[in-house]
């Protein structure tokens, strides 16, 4: 699994930076990818890689504003001439998002020849999709704006060949079926299936937070602890604390303060203000703590099993 970030950029784009947008790439395990909000430049960004459209097959907004939107009718459009014909696509967002839609389809005369379904989500909601759970929880900004926690679905451990050699069950189709039951039989004996088997594989757990204030809630802390990644912004960079609290923010030092209590494998900062020179932002990266990183365009991490415990 990897995470990808397409748009870095805060508010306004740059030729450096392009409005958010994020891929989960969960190929190897669904061969699905998920988008994280839709940015203007959202198709121009999937030019330059591999991503295929007809792949995104669920996309999450975290909230209506242009800067995480504007690219999304453009790319549900592009999508059904990409490959995308008659393959099923989910949008979950906030409420507004679908009659959003539907006016800019109705108004443009736009047609899809795929099943598009909207799902307007709202806090503490649980969504399944395939092989995750995605926990939704309100966050604190001007309008409506949420984390998607995405956690994978824990896997039982493979079979242990040599347990089951011991009782004289050597490889072959018997594994396959033993795999798929709790109990089997082998010569007049009942075994349990979980006494065959390695320890069950924790599923990993990938927080993606919209624009959103530093917040302090205990429970909104447990539930991104021993996340794999976060991804936060941080709009403001140099102190600002008060000035991005009040339009509704966050700076990066309040980020770092508020999450060191928990644990997580990488913390990836995004939402970058434009008036930041390169200079200044190689001079904070080389200060902050391992496992944390100011993004970029196209700035990739893969996801491995149990990274928070290689932080
Ligand atoms: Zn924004
Ligand atoms: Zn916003």
Redesign the pocket.
């Known amino acids: 699994m990897q995470f990808t970030v397409l748009g870095s950029g ?2 306004l784009p740059s030729k450096k930076r392009h409005t958010q947008s994020y891929i989960l790439d969960a190929v190897d395990e669904t061969n699905q990818y998920i988008l994280i909000d839709a940015g203007e430049a959202l198709q121009h960004r999937i030019l330059h890689t591999s991503i295929k459209p007809s792949k995104v097959r669920s996309i999450f907004i ?2 209506l ?1 242009g ?2 939107i504007y690219g999304l009718p453009g790319f549900l459009s592009s999508r059904a001439h990409q490959g995308g014909e008659d393959l099923p696509l989910t949008i979950y967002g906030p409420k507004g998002l679908a009659n959003w839609l539907d006016i800019t389809f109705e108004i443009s005369g736009s047609r899809l020849n795929y099943p598009l379904s909207i799902v307007e989500v709202g806090h503490k909601d649980c969504i399944e999709i395939d092989n995750f759970k995605v926990h939704v929880r309100l966050l604190d ?3 409506d ?1 949420f984390l998607y926690v995405f956690k994978e679905n824990d896997k039982t451990g493979a079979l242990d060949p040599d347990k089951l050699k011991g009782i004289g069950i050597e490889p072959g189709p018997l594994y396959a079926e033993i795999k798929k039951a709790d109990v089997f039989e082998f010569n007049g004996e009942t075994y349990r299936t979980s006494d065959f088997t390695g320890p069950d594989i924790t599923g990993r757990k990938i927080s993606v937070h ?2 959103t204030r530093v917040m302090a809630e205990p429970e909104y802390l447990s539930l991104i602890d021993r996340s794999d990644v976060i991804v936060h912004e941080a709009t403001y960079l140099d102190g600002e604390q008060e000035k991005a609290h009040r339009y ?2 966050s700076e990066i030092t309040s980020v770092l303060d508020n999450l060191k209590n928990i644990d997580y494998g990488a913390l990836l900062i995004t ?1 970058l203000s434009n008036r930041y020179e390169d200079g200044f932002l190689n001079e904070l990266a080389k200060e902050l703590p391992s496992g944390v990183h100011l993004t970029h365009d196209f700035f990739e991490h893969p996801i491995l099993r149990n990274s928070q415990e290689n932080k």
């Open positions: 805060a508010g975290t909230h504003h800067d995480h900004h001007n309008i704006s919209g624009d509704f923010h939402h």
